[in-house]
């Protein structure tokens, strides 16, 4: 077999265990964002991309040694909230900032808790902040109107990977445009597993600095998620979750919950969704190129 012409090494930070019977048959959550990444690249470019990733257990302080010998960190979701007082928690949101500020190339994805604590991180001081959803818990498949800015932006990135070449011709074409390294987005809404009581609040629609973007809102949360081009992409719901994994949780977290309301969240976990389309989006951040500016917008 032909060796990849890209690894990407992601560290995977994990914030939280999943519930008994997810880890028994998953494994980690960095294992259950590991598996239908490795999916998609084998789908997408054959043998070209690969996927690599480590594990690394946050909560009780194992970091990489090195954030730059990684591609990416990835954020998992977690029972906690990024503004619990614990030293933990603090001591992520310092380390995400660092990567940020510290190590450009490396880009950071978040998923629910994740994307929470990176807004939380490095928006902060724009008037951005995580909360109790006034609006209670979003559960199961809903629909995410996406953001034509963040559509436009996220089409306009170009990608390391020039897919252009007769050596790739064999290639699937799902999701690539006659400028072979663009991604097209093929509808305006997006269907992804929900599973939050938090969420993001923007103090006004103009804070987010430079060229930030909110990717879309559902009709319970307003900001679905954040994306920076080739820096930073959050989702606040789950590619990385399917009906098995969101119903084992929802038993164990919902296990108070009045009935009624908990069956009408298994009704929406039911439903279809586009993961595989969210877990190409992820792919072609990952594989975006590093934007060098002159002068940062950013802080």
Request: charged share 25%.
């Amino acid at each position: 077999m032909s060796a990849p012409l890209f690894t990407i090494r992601i560290a995977m930070l994990n914030t939280d265990r999943p519930v008994p019977k997810v880890f028994e048959k998953r494994g980690s959550y960095g294992s259950i964002f590991y598996n239908p990444l490795k999916a998609a690249a084998a789908a997408e470019f054959g043998y070209l991309v690969e996927i690599d990733a480590q594990d690394f257990d946050v909560v009780n302080g194992d970091y990489p040694k090195a954030a730059s010998d990684f591609n990416a960190i990835f954020v998992t979701g977690a029972a906690a909230a990024s503004y619990d007082d614990f030293d933990w928690i603090r001591n992520l949101a310092d380390y995400i900032l660092e990567v940020y500020e510290t190590y450009p190339q490396v880009k950071i994805f978040g998923s629910c808790f994740g994307h929470q604590i990176i807004c939380d991180s490095l928006l902060r001081k724009h008037d951005v902040h995580v909360e109790k959803d006034p609006n209670g818990w979003e559960l199961g498949v809903r629909e995410i109107e996406l953001n034509r800015e963040f559509c436009k932006a996220f089409e306009a990135a170009e990608t390391i990977l020039d897919l252009s070449s007769s050596s790739t011709s064999h290639l699937p074409t799902l999701n690539i445009a006659s400028k072979p390294s663009a991604f097209v987005f093929a509808s305006d809404s997006l269907r992804l597993q929900l599973l939050h009581s938090d969420h993001v609040k923007l103090q006004n629609p103009d804070c987010l600095p430079g060229s930030w973007v909110v990717i879309g809102r559902s009709k319970h949360c307003a900001v679905q998620g954040v994306y920076e081009p080739s820096r930073v992409l959050t989702f606040q719901g789950h590619f990385e979750y399917d009906r098995f994994i969101v119903s084992e949780t929802v038993q164990v977290v919902g296990a108070t919950w009045e009935p009624n309301f908990a069956r009408i969240a298994l009704n929406h976990i039911n439903k279809e969704d586009d993961a595989d389309i969210a877990c190409r989006i992820v792919l072609k951040f990952l594989l975006q190129k590093h934007q060098v500016e002159e002068e940062p917008e950013y802080y």
